[in-house]
C-alpha cells in the first residue's frame, strides 16, 4: 500500500481546491446563490482539477494560475474578465 498516501494527499488537495472555489462562490457574487449550485461549482472545479493532472500535467498549473487571475483582476476592479 505504498500508494495510499499519495492518493490521499491528492484527495485532500482537490478537496482544498473545491472549498476555496465554493468560498468563492458564496462570497462574491451580489445575488446569493443556494448551497446546492455552490456544491456542484466546487465539484465541478475540483474533478476539473483532477483530471487536469490526470492527463495534462503542465496545463493544470496554467489554469490555476489563469483562475486566480481572473478572480483577483474582477476584485480589484481591474480588467474586466468575461
Known sequence: MPYVNDYLKLAIKYLIEGLVVSAVAFI????SMDLEEIAVIA???A????ILDV???????STRQGIGFAVG???TGGVKVM
Request: glycine share 10%.
Open 28 to 31: 462574491i457574487p451580489k445575488k
Open 43 to 45: 465539484l465541478m472545479a
Open 47 to 50: 474533478s476539473t482539477f483532477a
Open 55 to 61: 492527463f495534462i500535467p503542465a496545463a493544470a498549473g
Open 73 to 75: 483582476t474582477g476584485l
